[in-house]
T-cell receptor, first 116, second 114 residues
Framework: GAVVSQHPSWVICKSGTSVKIECRSL??????MFWYRQFPKQSLMLMAT?????????EQGVEKDKFLINHASLTLSTLTVTSAHPEDSSFYIC????????????FGPGTRLTVT | GENVEQHPSTLSVQEGDSAVIKCTYS??????FPWYKQELGKRPQLIID?????GEKKDQRIAVTLNKTAKHFSLHITETQPEDSAVYFC?????????????FGTGTKLQVIP
């Protein structure tokens, strides 16, 4: 149980285009989903926290207009990187908190984004 | 906000020896402390967690201790094996309320030498 999927697993796009990444909790309801960014050999940097049905809370320094987050249901959150630039290339990982198991957080497999 | 520091950044041990990773946190509101293992190119996996009403928790070769007064917690791996080689992250989070933000440490790269 407690499986989180993420799609796509990798994507290459051109500068100026937008990319949407989906995060799904497959066998549980997630009241809260988190989006992280991870650079090589570095820790996970929290970008934003989203609660189902409400606006996402963005961390300081993260542009909300560039990284659009939609938490449409208790099992789906999406991150859209708008007008992507090469510096947006990174590993993006989502995680979800199980509504029934307070506190535990499960990670998706991540999405490798490369902007050319 | 919360600040989690983690040491050491790299750790090499001989197979069979013990490994200890230490973390400190700053926010007294944090009461949930998970540890994650991340292998290269893969997702972080929860390996053990501890809540602030407990001082120690053990699961086979892995144990975690928490000192709330000093605001530090540690991961102990005994009888290390090559498959324990990975990056380990500690984290701290307040439970309860709507926000529940998780703050991660900077990670420790553990290498177990056969």
């Amino acid at each position: 149980g407690a499986v989180v999927s993420q799609h796509p697993s990798w994507v290459i796009c051109k500068s100026g285009t937008s990319v949407k990444i989906e995060c799904r909790s497959l066998d549980f309801q997630a009241t809260t989903m988190f989006w992280y960014r991870q650079f090589p050999k570095q820790s996970l940097m929290l970008m934003a926290t989203s609660n189902e049905g409400s606006k996402a809370t963005y961390e300081q320094g993260v542009e909300k207009d560039k990284f659009l987050i939609n938490h449409a249901s208790l099992t789906l959150s999406t991150l859209t990187v708008t007008s992507a630039h090469p510096e947006d290339s990174s590993f993006y990982i989502c995680s979800a908190r199980d509504r029934s198991r307070k506190g535990e957080q499960y990670f998706g497999p991540g999405t490798r984004l490369t902007v050319t | 906000g919360e600040n989690v520091e983690q040491h050491p950044s790299t750790l090499s041990v001989q197979e069979g020896d013990s490994a200890v990773i230490k973390c400190t946190y700053s926010d007294s509101a944090s009461n949930y402390f998970p540890w994650y293992k991340q292998e290269l190119g893969k997702r972080p996996q929860l390996i053990i967690d501890i809540r602030s009403n407990v001082g120690e928790k053990k699961d086979q070769r892995i144990a975690v201790t928490l000192n709330k007064t000093a605001k530090h917690f540690s991961l102990h791996i005994t009888e290390t094996q090559p498959e324990d080689s990975a990056v380990y992250f500690c984290a701290a989070s307040p439970l309860g309320g709507g926000y529940q933000k998780v703050t991660f440490g900077t990670g420790t790269k553990l290498q177990v030498i056969p």
